[in-house]
Each structure stands twice: as C-alpha cells, then as structure tokens.
C-alpha cells in the first residue's frame, strides 16, 4: 500500500500520542489530504542527517501508521495536530516525486507474542521494574535540575478512540490506549493536573497514574508503552519498535530496565533528552 510519510528524528509507537505542529506547506497538503480522506500517515525515523534533500535509505526501515485524533489551524494555514500510532509498518521504497511529500511503498506488519507461555509473566515483571525506575527517576532529575516528571494518560472503553492532549515542555511521560475502531464512546480521562502541588504529592499522583498505565492485560500494549515512556535514544527505541515480537521487546526493555535502575541507585545522572523529544514537535 502507498503511504504519506512524515519523516521524523524520533519514533512513534503504537498506541502512544505524538502531538505536531505543522507549518511546512508540503505537510500542510498531506495533513489536508488525510483528514480529508480519513487515512493515516507514516511516522518514520531519519536515522542520518536533517530531513533535507534525498531521504531514501536515510529512513528507518520499519515505522508506524499515525492516526489523525485532533487537529486546529492557525488563520496563517499552519496546524497543530495530535496524533496517536496504530500499527507498525515496514517500508520498501520511496516515492519523492509523485506529490510534494514523500509517499512510501508499506506493508504492514501483524503483531506476534513470540513465547505465549512467557510473554504474561515477562510484562508483570517488566512493568514492576518500569514503577521502581520512575521511583528512582523523579528525585534524580529534580536533584540535577531536570524538569519535572508529569504523566498524562488516557485509558478507554474496550473498542474506543482516544483524544490524547497536546504535550508541553518537560518531561512528561504520554501515552493513549487508543484502538483503531471508533463507536462513539467517551474515554475515561486520567490526565493528571500536578500544579500547586507539593514534590511529595506530585510523586503519589504518579506512581498511581502509573500503576494504573501497566494494569494491563495485553503485553504487546504494555510493551509498546514503555517503549514510548522510558528515556532512550532515538535508536535504542527504533530497536524495540523493530522488534519481531512482543517477547523480545520486553525482553529488551527488561534489560534496559535493570541497567538504568542500577544507574539511579548509584547516583549516576540520568540522560537528559532533547527538548524537542517531549515538547510540541515541529515539522
């Protein structure tokens, strides 16, 4: 299937909102053309250099289909949109001359649990170690002057569409259960408000925004979650992403996990993102 790509230097996962502002007029005539018709577009890792000039085999091969849930314009044209993943893809070719936006070749992938008889277990003990490295992360950031911790979460009726707010400068951790069906029902808002607040009730607000994220039931959801959550580099996330089942990314993240928890207990700096990695991205 042909898609609109929108090349990016950060990954979308599945299920996880991603807000853009977009100001380009070439994406401003692909977002026009996707609301208009109702279709997604891709979401695909620059994995060298700016997006500028020729992008085939810049690209990440594999990327993930971005569903429109929210969109505003500006009376000069320029839009901010919020977008949630849907399903991962992998991309064979690159059209960059049918229409001012590039326009890949796709075929979209099915999920796979890999080791069913493990996978359950695996994502309880991945989402344990996902609580204790938030615990340690909150007074590790606020002791080196990083921005505070905020998390932002919808979670909704089996079969819903979610509405996933916009991101603000800081650390934030965002993510959206959204499914790609759409029967009209409301999701149930989680969006945690932590202005005024002491650090201490801050940090219970959290935890138990994060409690209630992992209390899941499907480890690929879970997997794909933390993949969007937990401070990577962009690669180290292509990688989960790219992974070929849900097994091995937890796997994955398992492993990541216990290094930076080792990491926090010794009072070792935690990575600082780009700001551009939490804030309103930019086309």
Do not use: K, W
């Not at 993949?227 to 690669?235: A, E, K, N, Y």
Request: with cysteine.
């Amino acid at each position: 299937m042909d898609l609109p790509l929108f090349p990016l230097h950060s990954v979308l996962c599945p299920g996880v909102a991603l807000p853009l502002h977009i100001f380009e007029e070439r994406y401003r005539v692909m977002i026009d053309h996707c609301i208009e018709r109702g279709e997604p577009f891709g979401v695909v890792l620059i994995r060298d250099g700016s997006e500028v000039g020729r992008m085939p085999g810049r690209l990440a091969d594999v990327g993930t289909t971005a569903l429109i849930r929210r969109a505003g314009r500006y009376p000069d044209g320029q839009l901010d949109i919020v977008t949630v993943g849907g399903q991962r893809f992998r991309l064979s070719s690159v059209d960059s001359t049918t229409q001012p936006y590039l326009v890949g070749s796709v075929t979209l992938l099915d999920e796979s649990l890999g080791d069913d008889g493990a996978v359950t277990a695996l994502g309880v003990r991945v989402g344990r170690r996902f609580l204790r490295y938030l615990e340690l992360l909150q007074p590790a950031l606020a002791a080196t002057g990083g921005p505070d911790i905020e998390i932002e979460v919808e979670i909704e009726a089996p079969d819903d569409t979610a509405d996933a707010a916009p991101a603000e400068p800081g650390v934030r951790l965002a993510a959206s259960g959204a499914s790609q069906a759409d029967d009209g029902d409301e999701a149930e808002d989680l969006t945690l408000d932590t202005s005024g607040l002491s650090e201490a009730q801050r940090r219970d607000l959290l935890m138990t925004a994060a409690r209630r994220l992992i209390a899941t039931d499907d480890p690929t959801a879970l997997s794909y979650l933390l993949t969007g959550l937990i401070q990577l580099d962009s690669s180290t996330r292509q990688d989960l992403l790219e992974a070929p089942d849900t097994y091995g990314r937890l796997l994955g993240l398992d492993a990541l996990l216990v290094r930076e928890v080792r990491y926090l207990l010794r009072h070792l700096r935690p990575i600082n993102l780009d700001p551009a990695e939490s804030a309103l991205r930019r086309n």
